[in-house]
């Protein structure tokens, strides 16, 4: 069983940045695919971005790409989700989830083990 715990979401005001960590306090994340996922009030989930485990293969939603960077240190068995240049759109409970496989996947389905999320708020 995997446990994950995300950390590091705020308040934050526009332009700003944040480091949203995951990691799995019971234990290793193993050797599985990351994802990051958000979900604003009234909306539904929505995919963010994802990391193998070697953290060589990555990829982000287009609304994130060129301000957010997700990576992982495995020696610390830690993901991270650095978030740039944050918009009051980005607002949302960021949620970090994995799979018992490695290859990227965007599909919130697929994913078997969930964090409770952290919230981000960003004011204008």
């Known amino acids: 069983q995997v446990h994950l715990v995300e950390s590091g979401g705020g308040l934050v005001q526009v332009g700003d940045s944040l480091r949203l960590s995951c990691e799995n306090p019971r234990g290793t994340l193993g050797r599985f695919v990351m994802g990051w996922f958000r979900q604003a009030p009234g909306k539904e989930r929505e995919f963010v971005a994802v990391?193998?485990?070697?953290?060589?293969?990555?990829d982000l939603h287009d609304s994130v790409r060129g301000r957010f960077i997700v990576s992982r240190d495995n020696t610390k068995d830690t993901g991270y989700l650095q978030m740039n240049n944050l918009k009051p759109g980005d607002t949302a409970v960021y949620y970090c989830a994995t799979a018992p496989f490695d290859s990227l996947c965007g599909k919130i389905e697929a994913y078997k083990f969930w964090g409770r999320g952290t919230q981000v708020t960003v004011s204008s």
């Open positions: 990391i193998s485990w070697s953290g060589t293969s990555l």
